[in-house]
């Protein structure tokens, strides 16, 4: 995991994320060597958006206020849309969308476990910082997928996300009890190495594992700095 | 509550309910007369959706298969477009959401913990079983709004619901484990009376306290005829 001692400092303004920001800023990398099977990828797509919808959803239940549940309601929506639409290019190939999904499905839960986060701050700061991260992963390993399925695929997941919702609750709960800020910023950086190693198991690996890693790198570092910025927009120090 | 003893026996042929059967048997009755106001109504609706997707999002992430997890997305999706329907409703009127919604916070989530479930089924059937009933509840209600507003509102929440997904899972489970069947049937009835109470506490109370109640009876007699053919379809007895 050598991208983990790459990361560089960089100093950008606080501000939400837009999607075209982390993507067009730095050279495109190819990931399309290191791309699954269509179906493989759909499998684990799908899987996980409906993991991030379930980390949302019990965000939502133990929410401290109506107004923060309604809020990050429109977060939980999206994720789920994202996996009803994975799920349904799933069923356009004839085959299950539980079957497909089935071999993610133990890594993705122990992630899952793992992430989990001491209390409703730490649970909501994982929903912002790895649905952050593996959204715009997904969205740059789409791009490898074949011509067809890659547009129809980034129709799915290159859309609206939640976050700007998720980092204004998470915004104002610091606002509201600055001793958060600490447990926060050190919470978000634990949560970087489980989210690059579950994005890496998206990808297949080839007979050359350094070049796989070399070819790797770039985008974990563009996810890096991108993840810099969200943890900036809360005050934090990624 | 009178009209707990007044549950008629019908028998009718188990199938998966369309919604134009339950209200179309019977003779429309009129609950204008106890329909809140809209803020008021639009508060406790959207809550109550909100509420039902919570259930669903549980059940959803202790669901003991992917296929599960899966089949029950469609549901959980369903009520939260309702839940943001009735948000987006609210907003209209430029009011907060949070603070319309508060209100009926404290009676729901009471609801909501004592109607939790014991298991996974339980929980499964509570969203089966409350859900079918409440959802047809506020569509009657919803009637008795001023008209521009009871059309926007019909709209909203007289659409889909994952019914039949919940009852397809729900039958599947009982088939594997026969031994379900008596334990969630008498879940099942169990749960009747809290929905009641909390479908009663939507609606205003008039000075005249026997006359509501027999404005009432007549709808909660149709909502429970309902239930039993749920409960039918499941092959369970209500």
Redesign the interface.
Known sequence: MNWLGRRRPRVVAPRIRSRSTTTDSTTKVDLADLTPELDVFLGKA??LE?TL??NL??V??NAP???A??SL??A??LS??K??GL?AEIERSGT???AV??PA?ASIDRFQRVTQGADWFESLVTCYVTAGFLEDFLVRVAEGLPRDAAARVSAILDTETGESDLARELAAAIQANPRLASRLALWGRRLVGDTMLIARSMLTQSANHVSDEARIEPVFTELIAAHTRRMDALGLTA
Chains 1, 2 share one sequence.
Do not use: D, P
């Open positions: 799908a899987y409906l919808f379930e959803g019990r939502i239940a206020s109506t107004a549940k309604s309601s429109r939980a929506s789920l849309e996996h009803r799920a299950s969308v539980a999904m089935e499905r």
